[in-house]
């Protein structure tokens, strides 16, 4: 995918750059626009001395859609002012009257507006303006299209067309404009097909991490990404056999962080596959190549070691357990992962409690439901505080029961509050 977003990024620098043509018809469906939108705002940031517009708002009358144009230009220029007044700098003018009058032709309009951006510059420099007409979801195609249609250079480059590039959008799931540039030989016209779906990004990855020219580094990086996706797609070997070369790689670089998750991972796939014992073994040698990484390990020393907790429950190794959570809500604590710190801290509770520790079960999760205040960890405060109204219905005293069944209507109140 790496390679399909820089092919992509290339091509918008190479058309912003060029003189030649106007128009680029960017094909996408909905579901690969928030990826365009990034990739155009890397390019922004590439291109200082250009000024890129972005418009995102679906389409659905000509006007409407052309007044939400003006309505965005003019809180772009208002945010640009901010920077310049900071600077000392003079204030760019707002969109004159005309462009904001539904009134008049899409087309004057648009042109207007063109011509006034194009006036913050002086004309003997070489500044470009891209218009990226770009609808997240194009509405109305028709009315998209009369707009669109409008601006493409059906005549040549016309004046008002000067230092100006135009991005317009193509619906891939239902083409309709590509078609039209097709049959009507619309020149000054481009056309890039995105396609950043699901199966395009395997297929990039699986591209990559084949290529001899992708760096070593890289190719395991996304190897190691495939084996995740295998294990998720319930391809078990295929994920096991990609995981041991990536380990056989991390053990010739004398990286033992990679080579944990190398572990971690063939853990992940014995524990979905109920094989409890094996993913518990893999886990405990994961933990211990990451614990040898210093700091630098600590992430993966948190994440195995919950894992490894979660093994040592389903074995009914309560004690043990506790001692693997509690390593990993003490890791989350140095580096302030509130939430897994919590999540943490609730298996150990479990763990307590299943040992018939039932006074330090309850310490441990009086103390997690403090820190989920603190961090309006309100679902987290819910689960908790349900394990002590049970644990206190069963075993504790009215006085205790009645504090858990206020903490819970509490936490319930809190998460209604939040999500409804």
Known sequence: ???????????????????????????????????VFKVIESVDQEQPSDIVLSFAHSATTSPEYVAGVMTNVDVQIEGVNALREAEGLPAWPKLPPACHDNTQPEK??????????????????????????????????????????ELLPARGIEPWMHSQRILMREDSAEPYFVPFLHENKVEGTLIYHVDFSRDALLQAMAEEALDPETPAPQRMQTLLQLAAVDASHQRPQDAIEKYALCYEYYLTQNQPVPQSMCLEGVGDVMAKNQQVDVAKGRYQQALALSSKAGPEGL??????????????????????????????????????????????????????????????????????????????????????????????????????????EGELADAERACKERYG
């Not at 620098?13 to 106007?22: K, P, R, S, T, V």
């Open 1 to 35: 995918m790496r390679k399909k977003i820089n092919q992509f990024k290339e091509t918008l620098h190479g058309f912003i750059d060029q003189a030649d043509d106007l128009c680029l018809v960017v094909s996408a469906a909905d579901t690969d626009m928030p990826l």
């Open 299 to 404: 992430p993966a020393v948190m994440i195995q070691a919950s894992k490894a907790g979660d093994m040592c429950m389903l074995r009914s190794e309560y004690e043990e357990a506790e001692g693997y959570h509690d390593l990993a809500s003490q890791i989350a604590g140095k580096l302030v992962n509130l939430e897994f710190k919590v999540d943490n801290m609730e298996k150990v509770g479990v763990a307590r409690v299943a040992q018939g520790k039932n006074a330090s079960a309850a310490e441990v999760w009086s103390n997690g439901i403090g820190l989920c205040k603190e961090g309006d960890y309100f679902m987290r405060w819910r689960t908790i505080a349900e394990r002590l109204v049970a644990l206190h219905t069963l075993r504790g005293s009215q006085s205790q029961l009645h504090a858990a």
């Open 108 to 149: 004057a309009r648009i042109q207007a507006a063109m011509r006034h951006v194009r006036g913050f510059f002086p004309a003997n420099e070489d500044h470009r303006i891209v218009w990226c007409f770009l609808p997240a979801t194009i509405g109305n195609k028709m009315e998209y299209a009369k707009v669109m249609v």
